[in-house]
C-alpha cells in the first residue's frame, strides 16, 4: 500500500539551513506536498511540487524531486525561530487530486 | 474570507459514549476530508465527500465510525461507543475540487478537534 516516510525530529540553529527528507511509495502520484502545522494549529500548505519537476524554488523555501528513488525534500534557507513546526510531506494517491498520503512529520526546532 | 471551521475544539468524553464532530468547510468547496491524527503518528485519512457522489469511506477504522455531509456543505464525524484509542485530533479539510478534476488541488484545513476518551 502508501506510505510516506519521514524523519521525526530535526534540530538547527538559527540561520542554518534545514533539510527535512521524505520517501514516498506511490510513483503515479501527481502532485507532493509540503504542509506546515503549528503548535495547536491545523495543517498549512507551504509549498507543492507536480511529479514532472525536479525542482521548485519558493523564497525562503526549495523543494527537490527525485522521482527514480522517490525521494522529495524541504530545504528551508536562513531558518529562523518561527519556522518550529512539524513539517508534513504527502502525496496524492493514484495520480488522484483527491485523498492525501501524509508522513508521521518532521518536527523542526530551531535554537537561538 | 473565513476558513475551515471545526467545533467543538476540544471533547472529553467517557469510554463507551457517543461523540460528535461538526466541521463547516469553506463555502463553495465541493470536497470535504477527514483525518485522525494521533500522538506520533502522521495523519490517518478517514473519509472523504465530492460533491453529489458517493462518499469515500475506505480509511474509516470500524463501523463504530461514521460520517454524513448535508445539503453539501457541513458535515458531521459520529463515533459510537468511543474507545480510548479514539483518543486523538480530528481534523477537517475542504477543497475546492476532488478526484474528478485535474491539476492541483489544495486542502484547507481546520484547526482540529481534540478528542480524549477517559
Known amino acids: 500500500g502508501e506510505d510516506v516516510e519521514q524523519s521525526l525530529f530535526l534540530s538547527v540553529r538559527e540561520g542554518d539551513s534545514s533539510v527535512i527528507n521524505c520517501t514516498y511509495t506511490?510513483?503515479?502520484?501527481?502532485?507532493l506536498y509540503w504542509y506546515k502545522q503549528e503548535p495547536g494549529a491545523g495543517l498549512q500548505l507551504l509549498t507543492y511540487i507536480f511529479s514532472n519537476m525536479d525542482m521548485k524554488q519558493d523564497q525562503r523555501l526549495t523543494v527537490l524531486l527525485n522521482k527514480k528513488d522517490k525521494h522529495l525534500s524541504l530545504r528551508i534557507a536562513d531558518t529562523q525561530t518561527g519556522d518550529s513546526a512539524i513539517y508534513f510531506c504527502?502525496?496524492?494517491?493514484?495520480?488522484?487530486?483527491?485523498?492525501?498520503?501524509f508522513g508521521k512529520g518532521t518536527k523542526l526546532s530551531v535554537k537561538p | 474570507g473565513a476558513g475551515v471551521s471545526q467545533s467543538p475544539s476540544n471533547k472529553v468524553t467517557e469510554k463507551g459514549k457517543d461523540v460528535e464532530l461538526r466541521c463547516d468547510p469553506i463555502s463553495g468547496h465541493t470536497a470535504l476530508y477527514w483525518y485522525r491524527q494521533s500522538l506520533g503518528q502522521g495523519l490517518e485519512f478517514l473519509i472523504y465527500?465530492?460533491?453529489?457522489?458517493?462518499?469515500?469511506k475506505s480509511g474509516l477504522p470500524s463501523d463504530r465510525f461514521s460520517a454524513e455531509r448535508t445539503g453539501g456543505s457541513v458535515s458531521t464525524l459520529t463515533i459510537q461507543r468511543t474507545q480510548q484509542e479514539d483518543s486523538a485530533v480530528y481534523l477537517c479539510?475542504?477543497?475546492?475540487?476532488?478526484?474528478?478534476?485535474?491539476?492541483?488541488?489544495?486542502?484547507?484545513f481546520g484547526p482540529g478537534t481534540r478528542l480524549t476518551v477517559l
Open positions: 465527500f465530492q460533491g453529489n457522489s458517493a462518499p469515500d
Open positions: 504527502a502525496e496524492s494517491v493514484g495520480g488522484s487530486q483527491g485523498n492525501l498520503i
Open positions: 506511490d510513483s503515479s502520484s501527481t502532485y
Open positions: 479539510a475542504s477543497s475546492l475540487a476532488g478526484k474528478t478534476s485535474v491539476g492541483h488541488n489544495e486542502q484547507f
